[in-house]
């Protein structure tokens, strides 16, 4: 808590479905009165180096499930910088990890990595 209270950013990857029970019960250990919003691709973290021009992702497991792409922001105030930025029913971590197997199109796991560069410039500037 007071990582993310003294400027700290938080990037939560990997997990679907039933695991949203668990994470959420985690965070409101953290952060009991965070509000956690959906984000649009025209939120600043989608634009700070690379242009995301869409957020229709798959889950890498399971292309029934479309991904979310979520955030807490300071003082749950949406006009201030996020503090966490939740990748839910999406694995951004394993397009990178197994970009150069061929397991994924080279346009997903090419956007993997400018979210990747995304979260990280901003987790740094914000």
Not at 55 to 75: Q, V
Request: charged share 20%; hydrophobic share 45%; aromatic share 14%.
């Amino acid at each position: 808590r007071q990582y993310l209270r003294k400027g700290g950013f938080l990037i939560v990857d990997d997990f679907m479905r039933g695991e949203w029970v668990n994470f959420e019960a985690q965070i409101r250990r953290v952060l009991p009165q965070a509000r956690i919003d959906r984000l649009a691709v025209s939120h600043p973290i989608f634009d700070v180096f690379f242009r995301i021009p869409s957020l229709d992702m798959k889950y890498p497991h399971n292309a029934n499930l479309a991904a979310e792409f979520l955030g807490i922001h300071e003082d749950n105030d949406p006009a201030k910088p996020l503090m966490v930025v939740i990748n839910y029913n999406n694995d951004i971590g394993d397009y990178m990890e197994w970009s150069g197997a061929g397991w994924w199109p080279v346009n997903i796991t090419n956007d993997a990595y400018k979210l990747a560069v995304n979260y990280i410039i901003y987790g740094m500037t914000r």
